[in-house]
C-alpha cells in the first residue's frame, strides 16, 4: 500500500507518516509513505505546489491523508473549497481521499473540538472521502488515560504518544476498507 500524506508540522511531528507504516506493517500490510508538509501551512497553499498535484495524480497511491492548518484553521470557506478541488484530485488519480482531523490547542481544550471537527466532518459529507477523527479520539483518549501527555510542550503539537495516536486512528481508518 502506498499513501502520500499532504499537511504540516501536524503531519510531520514525530515523523507521524513512519509511525502509520510502521502499525500498518505490524498487521500484515507492507506500507510506503511519502510525506508533503510544509509547517504552518494548509490546503491553499499546497494546491499552488506543483510537487502536490504531480504527486497526487502519478505517484500511484492507494491513498492521500489530508491534513489543513490547525491553529488556528483559517477561513474554512478556503478550507472548504481547496480541499473539495484536492480531493478531486485524489478521486481523479484513483486513490482514496482521507481528511486528518486534528486537535485543539491544550489551552482551548475539548470544547474547542467540535469546531474544528465540524469543518472536517462537512467536507467529508459534501464529498464522501473518509474520515479518520484523530481530534474526536484525541480526547476520548486523554480522559481515559488523564497520566499520558498527548501534547508536546508547546500545547499545539503531539508529544510521541501524541502522534502514536494519530498513526493510529489514520492506520485504523485506512486499513478498515483495506484488502489484503
Not at 506493517?25 to 490546503?43: D, Y
Not at 470557506?77 to 481523479?92: F, T
Request: charged residues 20%.
Amino acid at each position: 500500500m502506498r499513501v502520500l500524506f499532504i499537511g504540516n508540522s501536524h503531519t510531520y511531528y514525530n515523523d507521524m507518516p513512519h509511525l502509520f507504516a510502521k502499525l500498518c506493517r505490524e498487521k500484515g500490510i507492507e506500507t510506503e509513505v511519502t510525506m508533503l508538509a510544509h509547517g504552518g501551512k494548509g490546503w491553499d497553499f499546497h494546491l499552488e505546489e506543483p510537487e502536490v498535484r504531480f504527486n497526487i495524480l502519478y505517484g500511484g497511491y492507494d491513498a492521500v491523508v489530508l491534513q489543513h492548518t490547525a491553529h488556528p484553521m483559517g477561513d474554512l470557506s478556503v478550507m472548504d473549497q481547496c480541499g473539495q478541488k484536492l480531493i478531486q484530485w485524489v478521486k481523479d488519480a484513483g486513490a482514496r481521499p482521507v481528511l486528518y482531523m486534528t486537535w485543539t490547542t491544550k489551552a482551548d481544550g475539548e470544547a474547542a473540538q467540535p469546531g474544528m471537527s465540524n469543518a472536517y466532518r462537512k467536507l467529508q459529507s459534501e464529498t464522501g472521502c473518509e474520515l479518520a477523527p484523530v481530534g474526536e479520539r484525541w480526547w476520548t483518549f486523554h480522559k481515559e488515560h488523564p497520566e499520558i501527555e498527548l501534547y508536546d510542550a508547546d500545547g499545539q503539537h503531539a508529544s510521541p504518544a501524541g502522534s502514536k495516536l494519530a498513526a493510529s486512528v489514520l492506520a485504523e481508518t485506512i486499513l478498515l476498507h483495506t484488502e489484503v
